[in-house]
């Protein structure tokens, strides 16, 4: 709760700070440069963000370096000077003064960040990863939700000097310090390293760490890229709603709200709809509602701005339920898309540079967020076009990224097929999860239902599983696909194909040698008749050569499903489909004990009379 409370106000407070100058540009008509409102809009983002740039890998060493708890709470004593200096911006009306606090803030939040998300896996245990990751999103759009509102509101009480923004920045920035002083005790990470304090090799260097893993590179290029999608959106609200919609104040807060609820929402419905683990096959399911949506706000907006239109005339107005709708399901997609990638970072990184994995991801993040500031003040002023305009061309942009995303990596795509099986055509009870081994090697051995028995068990699992099956199964179209990019190994009877059954036995004991999970399924077939056949010995020639612990597994109430042998394709009904199915885990068996029968005994005894 200090942790969460902390950085919550963190959020609340720059968003107070950036909102409330936002208001002083957009409704004074202020100028800096010669750039109109819509541009020095896009150029305070920019302002704010670039820290994020220069120094991500300066500090994210620190956070790896030295104990957390004490850096944040000094993070927190310089957000208390940062805001005396914001009160005497705003007491002179000064607008470069005001600048160069978003610029100092924006430093603040590059030293946090790697410690925001560093200390997560360090409290947090790995089934709690997803959830911990989407109340730390949901508490940082609320607050952001919540400094959105206050900001413009508070900019624009009628007194003498901006009292109040100066007063509640402050309050908020103390409040914060205070929480922090109940922040535990975080361990260095890696108190060893030398600080290299020359921020451009450092930051070569930062980036490397990205390239260590494949995954994560491909994690940390997705998360960049909403953070380029979203900043387009989320910094154009405010001119959106009064040079689009005609609108106040209050509407823009009305509008940023929209979207950071949606925001708010998908990340908490991650946990619920992942089961608990990390769920990469979110991740395309994000991606294409932020790109359909995002088509229907461009189509949705007017033509013609509403002069004078208040926050309850936009909502009382039919014809505006689609900008709402989109706004919000913009947030919600964006949540789905963001929260899987992030815990896949922290889960899959190495934990003596996490820190600098994430200060390698917010340089990115900044260069992103950068490039989308600069392709907005471009699109909004010498290509003559409308922020609308600017909506439709991310639109189609992010489903050009997001092809080509889930063409260079299938896995993303692959896992979203199984999401979309596993909870749409069967809804899957698991008991037993705990049995799985957290790490090691270890082979999983289970009943054969279904066609989809792997997918239901892979999608289950929260370690990657390599399944061998029957090579005519691994064949099959569409299905292949998945077993495919899921690195399946495909094995054949000794009198059919012996060098397929040779390399299945090699794939196998390399599966097992980088310490992962292999997936069998020792019946050999798919049962014809709902019972379970007898297991064949090719587990005890695995376990004599390779001498690792079995975990039993039953595959429960699939007989007569949709996928299963049960019925003749052209007899098998639409009622069968989203059928409640279990999958049972058992304790593991230890190497010495494994023998085919044994394992059979085993699973029989899991599965007992639900077929």
Known sequence: MPFFMTQGLGAFNDNIFKNALAALLVFEGSSLFALNTDQLVNFSALVFILPFFLFSALFGQFADKYEKSIQIRRVKLFEVVIMLLATLGFWLHNIPLLMFVLFLLGLQSTIFGPIKYGILPQILRRE??????????????????????AGPLLAGVDVDWPYWVSAACLAVAVAGYAYSRGIPTAEAASPDIRINWNIFTETTRNLKFLTHNQTVLNSVLGVSWFWFFGAIFLVQIPSYSQNVLGGDEGLMSTLLGLFIIGISTGSLLCEKLSGKQVEIGLVPFGAIGLTLFGLDLYLA???????????????SSGQNWRIIADLLLIGVFGGFYIVPLYALIQSRSEPAHLSRVIAGLNILNALFMVAAAVMAMLILGPAGLEIPHLFLISAILNAVVAIYIFTLVPEF???????????????????????????????????????????????????????????KIYKIPVLNFIFRTGKAIPIAGRSEDPEILENAYRRMHEVLGDGDVLGIFPEGRITANGEIQEFKRGIDKIISEQPVPVVPMALCNLWGSFFSRRDP???????????????????????EQVTAQRLQQEVEKLRGEDR
């Open 128 to 149: 709690e990863l997803v959830g911990g990751n989407a109340l730390i999103e949901m508490g940082t759009f609320v607050a952001i939700l919540a400094g959105t509102i």
């Open 301 to 315: 907006s007017p033509a013609t701005p509403t002069a004078g239109l208040t926050a309850l005339e936009f909502l």
């Open 413 to 471: 795509l692959m896992r979203f097929m199984v999401w979309i099986l596993i909870h749409t055509i069967y809804r899957v009870r698991v008991r037993g999860m705990d049995h799985i081994p957290e790490d090691g090697p270890v082979i999983v051995a289970s009943n054969h239902v279904s066609f989809v028995d792997p997918l239901i068990i892979g999608g289950m699992i929260r370690r990657p599983v390599r399944f061998v099956m029957y090579y």
């Open 569 to 591: 394709l052209y007899k098998r009904r639409p009622y069968k489909l989203w059928s409640l199915i279990e999958l049972r885990i058992g304790e593991p068996i230890p190497p």
